[in-house]
């Protein structure tokens, strides 16, 4: 079993940048590949960013390819998402997720925290 709190969230204008964090209870976090997704109001959730459980390999969404960047530490048991030239269209609920290395979904979500990037 897996909690995940995310934090870092808050309200930046549009250019701006955050970073979000998700720590992970538990000692196997190097057990497990990690994700970030997020949700805007009205809309579906979708994938953002995603790193293996090395970190050896990344994964983003287009749009966000270029201006977020996601790592992890798993001595500290956190992964981030470093989110630069922020946009209005990044507005969204962001939540972390854990996938076990060898399953095929995210079996673990955290409760999410809020971006609101203002124009």
């Known amino acids: 079993q897996v909690q995940l709190v995310e934090s870092g969230g808050g309200l930046v204008q549009a250019g701006g940048s955050l970073r979000l964090s998700c720590a992970a209870s538990g000692r196997t976090f190097s057990s497990y590949d990690m994700g970030w997704f997020r949700q805007a109001p009205g809309k579906e959730r979708e994938f953002v960013a995603a790193i293996s459980w090395s970190g050896g390999s990344t994964y983003y969404l287009d749009s966000v390819k270029v201006r977020f960047t996601i790592s992890r530490d798993n001595a500290k048991n956190t992964v981030y998402l470093q989110m630069n030239s922020l946009k209005p269209e990044d507005t969204a609920v962001y939540y972390c997720?854990?996938?076990?290395?060898?399953?095929?979904?995210?079996?673990?979500w955290g409760q999410g925290t809020q971006v609101t990037v203002s124009s």
């Open positions: 997720a854990a996938k076990p290395v060898a399953a095929k979904g995210y079996d673990y």
